[in-house]
Each structure stands twice: as C-alpha cells, then as structure tokens.
C-alpha cells in the first residue's frame, strides 16, 4: 500500500493564482515525520519544511503555508500568489522514526505567466 | 553551509566500462543516502549509511556498490551497468538516520550506452 499519495499529478495555475499541493500519508506509528521537498527542472531535490507528528501547528513562511491534520492524515501545502518560479514537482514524504523516507509520487506545478 | 556536492554531473558509459560517482558533504552528517531516480518518477533509496556503516542495502543489484571511506564522502562504484540503469542518481545526506531531513545533492545524470 502507498504511504504518502499525492493524487495531483500535475497543476497548471496562473501566476499570481494561490494553488494547495495535496499529501495524505498512512502509518501506524505514532511518531512519525513529513516533509515537502521541491525539485525544479535542475534536478536538486529543495528541502522545504519538516514536521514531527506530535506538532500539529500550521506552519507559514513568506509565500508558504502548511496544513497538517493527523484527524485527515493530510499535510497540505499552499502556495500563495504564485510565481513562474515555483514551477517545479514537488514530494510530500513521510519518515516512521528510524527508518527510511517514503515519498510520494510527486505533484508537477506549473506556473503559467 | 547545507551544500551537498556530487560529482560528475553527467556520465556516459558502456555496459563495459567501471566508473564511480562521488558525493561530499561537510556539514558533519552521520547519515548518508544514494538514490536512484527515473524520469517522473519519485527517487528511490539505493543505501543508507550510518555513522560510516552500511545500514540499508534495498535489494540493489551487485553491479552498484557503494563505498564510505569517512564520514564526509560517500562513492558509488559502478560496473557491467545495463541501459536501463540509465537514470538520475542522488546523493543526499541528514544529520543522523529517519527522523531528520536530508539533503540532496544535484545529482549526477548517468546515462548507460
């Protein structure tokens, strides 16, 4: 069974639209970690936030927001007023305390100018 | 300082030929990963090492065989490699194994002739 499903394979938005980058992960433990990673076209995965399962605190930073809701077990990700820039795919990732990652199957976004 | 650096960035060679990619980090890392990762697809883990011990070996064919000669550099020797080997291989590495975030090096695009 899939661990962490992102559904979206691609989205197209237009630049300055706000687009949510869906992640629902499945484990029995109850520490667990997620992560968002970004890839551009360059091939360099971007680590871009990190959240432990016992803080489920929204996180916001600058044009970047997170939702994580272990009722849903979702980690949801927004990125508002998009730029060309965030054309990329982005990983959703889920990490059971020692061991390895799980990633998802990645969602394309594409910003269109 | 969070660079992980891989060197080369792209390499061809023959199903004959013997090469090995290298991967630096400097960051003091105890944890160091190899993936493998094909085009839309999302990477998948070759071998981790912890604390310059091989920790997980994901059933990776004999023809790849990672090497850890100290805790900053991480080598993947490659032998007798088939085309459908042919893909990006990252490097990545976290400050210890599972419950960190790792971070990836550009990769080196191999590409098997």
């Known amino acids: 069974a899939q661990k962490v499903t992102q559904a979206q394979t691609e989205i197209s938005v237009v630049e300055k639209e706000d687009v949510t980058l869906d992640c629902v992960y499945e484990?029995?433990?109850?520490?667990?970690?997620l992560f968002w990673y970004k890839q551009p076209p360059s091939g360099e995965l971007v680590f871009l936030i990190r959240r432990n399962s016992f803080d489920e605190q929204n996180e916001i930073s600058g044009r970047y927001s997170w939702n994580f809701q272990k009722s849903t077990s979702s980690f949801n990700f927004t990125i508002t007023a998009s730029q060309v820039v965030d054309s990329a795919v982005y990983f959703c990732a889920l990490s059971e305390a020692g061991n390895q990652f799980y990633f998802g199957t990645g969602t394309s976004l594409t910003v269109i100018p | 300082d969070t660079e992980v650096t891989q060197t080369p960035k792209h390499l061809v060679m023959g199903m004959t030929n013997k090469k090995s990619l290298k991967c630096e980090q400097h960051m003091g890392h105890r944890a160091m990963y190899w993936y493998k990762q094909k085009a839309k697809k999302p990477p998948e883990l070759m071998f981790v090492y912890s604390y310059e011990k091989l920790s997980i070996n994901e059933s990776v064919p004999s023809r790849f065989s990672p090497e850890c000669p100290n805790s900053s550099l991480l080598n993947l020797h490659l032998h007798a490699l088939q085309p459908e080997d042919s893909a990006l291989y990252l490097c990545?590495?976290?400050?210890?194994?599972?419950?960190?975030?790792?971070?990836f090096g550009p990769g080196t695009r191999l590409t098997v002739t």
């Open positions: 990545a590495s976290s400050p210890g194994q599972g419950a960190y975030e790792q971070y």
């Open positions: 484990t029995r433990d109850t520490t667990y970690y």
